[in-house]
């Protein structure tokens, strides 16, 4: 059984996040808990302010904030998708990294399912900057699905590395598992902005990667590019990649491919999937 927790705030976004997830595993035996946060300076009753409206308090209630995901749980129940899913609501209130924290320990979580408006946008307010918190502070498995992305399948993987990082089997296994489930093939991608070669630490962790892979679905592939966006856009296009996997531990490099600004609404951010692998 696979124990998957969905933050949602109830917007498009979210929706898109549930949807996607509910395809991607759609044979397979999960428990999906939907949580909502409400923030601490989020207005109550206890903490009732001149000009908080009584629209306001019903918003951020916990009764109302239960209510609604009464509300989405059922509209999920009305999938073809879920014969094997079972659906558990929850509502926290405080700060958002803890509360998602706790549910992870609590609940025993494998996986941790987002929403964002795309992955160039992780650094702005509301559910982008709790997607970016979630996927660097908490140490869970993150999958996080851009606002564009809809669910056909997904059959290639690209896992981009600069051989810099060794990579303990636990990440290694999750794509691996990823994959096999999904029949999808792992792309490994080098990603350079020089001709440089390998130094003997790089093509040892290379060659741990080829030893690992061996037997799966899998190729390696050199990306040099000045500009490293633009590289690996050209290379998802060219590749038809419907997933990019990462380790969280090496997010710093991967920055300047998620978190970039764009106003390319048919670039990679809005419509590619990420999956934000911890040890």
């Given at each position: 059984?696979?124990n998957?927790?969905?933050?949602?705030?109830?917007?498009?976004?979210?929706?898109n996040?549930?949807?996607?997830?509910?395809?991607?595993?759609?044979?397979?035996?999960?428990?999906?808990?939907?949580?909502?946060?409400?923030?601490?300076?989020?207005?109550?009753?206890?903490?009732?302010?001149?000009?908080?409206?009584?629209?306001?308090?019903?918003?951020?209630s916990?009764?109302?904030?239960r209510?609604?995901?009464?509300?989405?749980?059922?509209?999920?129940?009305?999938?073809?998708?879920?014969?094997?899913?079972?659906f558990?609501?929850?509502?926290?209130?405080?700060?958002?990294?803890?509360?998602i924290?706790?549910?992870?320990?609590?609940?025993?979580?494998?996986?941790?399912?987002?929403?964002?408006?795309?992955?160039?946008?992780?650094?702005?307010?509301?559910?982008?900057?709790?997607?970016?918190?979630?996927?660097?502070?908490?140490?869970?498995?993150?999958?996080?699905?851009?606002?564009?992305?809809?669910?056909?399948?997904?059959?290639?993987?690209?896992?981009?590395?600069?051989?810099?990082?060794?990579y303990p089997?636990s990440?290694?296994r999750?794509?691996?598992?990823?994959?096999?489930?999904?029949?999808?093939?792992?792309?490994?991608?080098?990603?350079s902005?020089t001709?440089?070669?390998?130094?003997?630490?790089?093509l040892?962790?290379?060659?741990?990667?080829?030893?690992?892979?061996?037997?799966?679905?899998?190729?390696?592939?050199?990306?040099?590019?000045?500009n490293i966006?633009?590289?690996i856009?050209?290379?998802?296009?060219k590749?038809?990649?419907?997933?990019?996997?990462?380790?969280?531990?090496?997010?710093?490099?991967?920055?300047?491919?998620?978190?970039?600004?764009?106003?390319?609404?048919?670039?990679?951010?809005?419509?590619?999937?990420?999956?934000?692998?911890?040890?």
């Open positions: 059984m696979i998957i927790l969905v933050p949602t705030d109830f917007s498009e976004n979210s929706w996040a549930i949807t996607f997830a509910l395809a991607m595993y759609a044979s397979a035996r999960c428990n999906f808990y939907l949580v909502h946060v409400i923030k601490e300076n989020s207005p109550t009753q206890e903490n009732f302010t001149e000009g908080t409206t009584k629209n306001s308090i019903e918003n951020h916990p009764t109302e904030t209510k609604k995901l009464i509300d989405l749980a059922q509209k999920i129940e009305q999938s073809p998708r879920i014969k094997y899913h079972r558990f609501i929850v509502t926290a209130q405080g700060n958002f990294v803890e509360a924290r706790k549910q992870v320990l609590e609940k025993k979580i494998d996986l941790i399912v987002m929403g964002t408006k795309g992955a160039s946008e992780l650094h702005n307010n509301g559910v982008g900057n709790n997607t970016s918190d979630v996927i660097t502070k908490v140490k869970c498995n993150a999958f996080v699905v851009p606002d564009k992305a809809s669910y056909v399948g997904i059959k290639e993987i690209a896992f981009p590395t600069d051989y810099n990082l060794f089997a990440i290694l999750t794509i691996s598992s990823f994959a096999n489930n999904l029949n999808a093939k792992i792309r490994i991608v080098h990603l902005k001709k440089q070669k390998l130094i003997a630490e790089q040892q962790n290379k060659e741990l990667l080829q030893d690992y892979f061996q037997g799966e679905p899998h190729s390696f592939h050199k990306l040099t590019n000045q966006e633009i590289g856009q050209n290379f998802i296009a590749n038809n990649i419907d997933l990019i996997a990462m380790a969280a531990k090496n997010i710093h490099f991967y920055q300047q491919l998620l978190f970039k600004s764009s106003e390319d609404n048919g670039s990679y951010h809005s419509r590619i999937p990420f999956l934000v692998l911890h040890e």
